[in-house]
């Protein structure tokens, strides 16, 4: 699905988000990618995004070599996928359900089929009921759901998250990673970054931690922090590699 | 034990492995139908034909676009209502630059229609005599017509050209005018020798061109139409600037739109459409503003000067003013549309 190959990034201001950073993740998995702020976690998924082009190496989304992908193929390459933010990125003066219906809009979906599925991704998130409310209507748990419809809408096989609960309460982080989570367990393969590491280890899922740039650890069924692993593994059940 | 693994190294076979999730957008089982009780397709009503289809997209692409542009309009109305004037007051200014450069084409052509000799004619010639002279003015080389200008013929004509607000009977008793020939020449240059030649001619006894006048006036009217179209240019430049300041303002106001719109992955078209339209119509109406300007204030401005300076030769409303309209139109459509796209460009780099 995803593909880094030796992937290094520096901006032009002179910082060096990634350094040589070599990754895959398959179809279907669900990745945690954590680690401090500047770490470079919003670079590695900026760069499946193509919000961001490497300075080296290579990155392969859906078997593409993105990396050299023409600027007019970008926006086809984004309807492959769905992207989440911490700000959520609603237009403020469309409804729930106008958010969600632009997106397919974009697609080119076939107008009669817009108002139903549209109305379904919002069923998805529970908010069928919020359709017809604004953005600033809405609670920050509401407006994350939104935007998890809208980048559901089109049922891409990518899901991006980039700290999608760093705004929001623990209970409403936790039924946004449980939504996301379920998401996952239909087959989109979905890669969240985040802080949070309740929810890192209670869900046990792959973890990706970088560190200055760099893929420091990469296992799966992870922890936020590997010390805790010590601990935890006996309990849950062992650990696995 | 923490579990290390070298960086980048993933075992095979772990995870669930792809559950043979087809990477087409609508093929197998949708993701985002979890909720949905059955995996088919539940929703699919029964497809219309695909010409159907496709021009139901274009209807809903166009309806899509009108309606985001009403609704940018509606909501950034002080934006817009900022757009819209300094447009106008551009076109105005451009107008106005038209017009002036109009009429004095214009005045050009007029004069230069009317270079030819005038031989005016002794008093008492019999008819054969005119007549010879006529036949021998004729035949000068040079020459392309001659026109024979009775005294009454002139006096009727002057009395034309006063209009009626001076009735000429009243100030002459009797026609002060002589008998003349309009000799029309081949070209502007041969005024001067033909006009030597008639000089020359039996029973004429003045000879009148207006050689150095025309002459001089020409190189004027060169002069001021190179400058007509420079003003023209130099305006439509300033409109250009104008307004695609105008325009980046009511897009960077707009940034984030344009933002979200590319992260879902439209293309420039999609993002670009509804910012041109909102364009062309801020320019439509300002278009419209400056006829409803321009119109009225030339009809009386003609009117106006037709009473005053009657010998001035100003186009007529009916002449000048569709053309007018149809080059402040479409400079205005095409100035306004290429500044929304230059100041869209910036935008759109991602």
């Known amino acids: 699905m995803i593909r880094f190959r030796g992937v290094s990034k520096r901006y032009p201001n002179g910082v060096t988000a990634l350094r040589d950073v070599s990754l895959s993740i398959e179809p279907g998995e669900f990745v945690f990618v954590i680690g401090a702020t500047g770490s470079g976690k919003s670079t590695l998924l900026k760069l499946i995004y193509r919000a961001e082009v490497p300075t080296q190496g290579q990155v392969i989304v859906g078997g593409r070599d993105i990396t050299r992908l023409p600027r007019r193929h970008v926006p086809a390459l984004r309807r492959s996928m769905g992207i989440v933010f911490q700000d959520y990125k609603l237009l403020p003066h469309k409804t729930a359900y106008e958010n969600v219906a632009f997106a397919l809009h974009v697609t080119g979906a076939a107008p009669h089929e817009i108002r139903p599925r549209a109305l379904r991704a919002l069923g998805v998130v529970g908010l069928e009921e919020r359709a017809d409310a604004y953005p600033h209507q809405l609670s920050g748990g509401e407006q994350q759901r939104v935007s998890i419809a809208r980048a559901l809408v089109h049922q891409p096989p990518l899901l991006l998250a980039d700290e999608p609960t760093g705004n929001l309460d623990p209970r409403t982080s936790w039924e946004i990673i449980q939504l996301l989570s379920r998401i996952n367990l239909h087959g989109t393969t979905v890669v969240v970054t985040t802080h949070n590491k309740t929810i890192v280890d209670i869900l046990r899922k792959r973890v990706v931690e970088l560190a200055g740039g760099t893929v420091v650890r990469d296992e799966d069924y992870g922890l936020y922090t590997p010390r805790a692993a010590v601990d935890v593994p006996h309990l849950v059940g062992g650990r696995r590699g | ?350």
């Open chain 2, 1 to 350: 034990m923490a579990e290390r693994r070298p960086v980048g190294v993933r075992p095979a076979g772990r995870g669930i492995p792809a559950r043979a999730r087809p990477v087409g957008r609508r093929g197998g089982t949708p993701a985002a139908r979890p909720a949905a009780p059955s995996p088919a397709p539940a929703v699919r009503p029964a497809a219309p034909p695909p010409v159907a289809v496709a021009a139901a997209r274009v209807r809903a692409a166009v309806a899509y676009t009108v309606r985001e542009a009403a609704l940018a309009f509606r909501r950034n109305g002080l934006m817009s209502l900022a757009a819209v004037t300094t447009i106008l007051v551009t076109l105005l200014l451009v107008g106005c630059g038209l017009i002036l450069s109009a009429n004095l084409h214009h005045l050009a052509r007029v004069v230069e229609g009317q270079v030819g000799v005038v031989a005016y004619l002794r008093e008492g010639l019999t008819p054969p005599e005119r007549d010879r002279l006529v036949a021998a003015a004729r035949r000068l080389p040079g020459v392309r017509a001659v026109t024979f200008v009775g005294r009454d013929v002139a006096l009727r004509r002057l009395q034309a050209t006063l209009g009626d607000r001076v009735a000429l009977r009243d100030v002459v008793q009797t026609n002060p005018l002589p008998d003349s020939l309009e000799i029309a020449v081949t070209e502007g240059r041969q005024v001067r020798p033909v006009a030597e030649a008639v000089r020359r001619l039996r029973g004429v006894e003045e000879v009148a061109f207006g050689g150095e006048v025309v002459d001089r006036l020409l190189a004027v009217t060169g002069v001021v139409r190179a400058v007509g179209w420079g003003l023209a240019l130099l305006l439509g430049l300033v409109a250009l600037v104008i307004i695609m300041n105008t325009v980046r303002l009511t897009i960077l106001a707009r940034r984030q739109e344009i933002e979200i719109m590319q992260l879902v992955g439209a293309g420039g078209w999609y993002v670009r459409s509804p910012f041109l339209m909102e364009g062309a119509v801020e320019g439509a109406l300002a278009i419209l503003l400056a006829a409803g300007v321009l119109v009225p204030a030339y009809t009386v401005l003609v009117e106006r000067a037709r009473g005053a300076l009657p010998f001035l030769p100003l186009l007529g409303p009916a002449d000048l003013l569709p053309g007018l309209l149809a080059t402040i139109a479409t400079g205005g459509f095409v100035v306004g549309m290429s500044g929304s796209l230059l100041a869209l460009r910036r935008f759109l780099q991602t």
